[in-house]
């Protein structure tokens, strides 16, 4: 837990309890304490005297209004849906975030890497070798997922100043419920976030979804890094329109069946159809066709079922990209998977097997910098594009400040 004073007052506490009455009283107790950690009556002082003029106006009042003012200026609020409007008294220093997306997000705003997210397996940190002078050591990060669902006791032992993260998630994948949510922001401190990395959950129908610079832009503001996010903005943009002069014309790209298969050896996949979420950002701006939007196939997301060799043969796909692949490099996902594509009776049949066009498919969760290393690298794959279409010099200068 928080390391507290002789006061009893932690940063937790300023954290947790935001703006208004509450931080005030909290902040005036802690200027109120003696240098020993006693507390002086409110009637006089040691010698009998009284502190207070016959205005009731003294210096410790003066140094509580002090206070009090000092907190109105450093605090501040950001809204997000479904969480409404949160409060923060000052920059949360320690977080905790759901997965790679919002990670990659606070490592582009200089953040220290968060203390867990849900699976650090699917935060694939080595996308920073891109970038020089950026790293992250995955290891270092607490997994949060394990047997069905996300511990709560977790929480308390990384004790971070702010979760990153849609509470509806948890209640509706992990097996929380709201007093559990409640308890959480009460004890330990705000949760602020929204499932963006997919759009397809029913349970996310009723509040909107964020672009991933919505979003980005959002966690920006908690963590007071408005210049930050707009030096990403413009390589982003630059990026944009860079990716617009090397997209083919429509006739010219081709179409892509995007699978979930992990191992060596996949014999069974989890498909799915290419829509507005974050987790398609790259697919979506290099324009590439979506081979299963108009089979009979069904999206992972709302059947659950797989998909074999027979299936994929009936759409035939002019390429085929596999999630769950991301640990490998391009030439041990050749070595393995597509040799052993290669070697199968069935899949040997794909047109895309055929002609070796069976490629990683990219992260489930991306952030600001992965998205431009992971469109970089499916430009190249699927275009044939020899240069760098952006400056990773730059990209680490507004990491580290420089910018």
């Not at 043969?313 to 597509?338: C, I, S, Y």
Request: hydrophobic fraction near 35%.
């Amino acid at each position: 837990m928080a390391n507290r004073g002789d006061n009893g007052i932690s940063r937790r506490d300023v954290l947790q309890y935001g703006t208004g009455i509450t931080t005030a009283g909290l902040l005036a107790g802690c200027l109120g304490g003696g240098s020993d950690g006693s507390t002086e009556s409110a009637a006089g002082s040691a010698d009998g005297e009284s502190t207070t003029g016959p205005s009731g106006t003294g210096s410790e009042t003066s140094e509580s209004t002090e206070a009090d003012s000092t907190a109105e200026s450093t605090s501040y609020s950001v809204e997000i849906e479904p969480v409404g409007e949160v409060s923060f008294a000052e920059v949360p220093e320690t977080w905790v975030a759901n997965n790679g997306s919002w990670a990659d997000m606070g490592i582009a705003l200089g953040q220290e890497p968060p203390k867990g997210v849900w699976l650090p397996s699917r935060y694939h940190t080595h996308y920073y070798d891109r970038i020089p002078g950026v790293s992250v050591e995955g290891d270092a990060i607490e997994q949060l997922w394990g047997d069905g669902g996300v511990g709560k006791e977790q929480f308390y032992e990384l004790d971070a100043d702010v979760h990153v993260f849609d509470p509806n998630f948890l209640r509706n994948r992990g097996e929380w419920s709201q007093d559990d949510i409640d308890r959480l922001e009460t004890q330990l401190g705000p949760i602020f976030g929204n499932s963006i990395f997919s759009r397809t959950y029913a349970w996310h129908d009723d509040y909107r979804y964020y672009t991933l610079y919505e979003a980005f832009e959002k966690l920006a503001e908690v963590f007071q890094e408005r210049e930050r996010f707009e030096a990403f903005e413009a390589v982003h943009d630059d990026f944009q329109s860079t990716l617009t002069s090397i997209v083919p014309a429509r006739g010219e790209r081709p179409s892509a069946a995007v699978v979930w298969g992990g191992g060596d050896e996949p014999e069974s996949f989890y498909p799915y159809v290419q829509s507005e979420g974050t987790s398609f950002k790259h697919l979506n701006d290099l324009e590439v066709g979506d081979a299963l939007a108009e089979t009979d196939v069904k999206d992972f997301h709302s059947s659950r079922g797989a998909i074999d060799y027979e299936t994929l043969l009936d759409v035939d796909p002019e390429v085929l990209l596999v999630r769950g692949q991301e640990a490998k490099t391009a030439e041990e996902f050749r070595d393995t998977v597509l040799a052993f594509m290669e070697s199968h009776d069935v899949a040997s049949e794909l047109t895309a097997v055929g002609n070796g066009d069976v490629y990683r498919a990219g992260p489930l969760y991306q952030g600001p910098i992965t998205n431009l290393v992971v469109t970089e690298r499916l430009a190249r794959t699927l275009y044939d594009v020899d240069e760098e279409l952006f400056d990773g010099e730059r990209v680490a200068e507004i990491v580290n400040g420089d910018a």
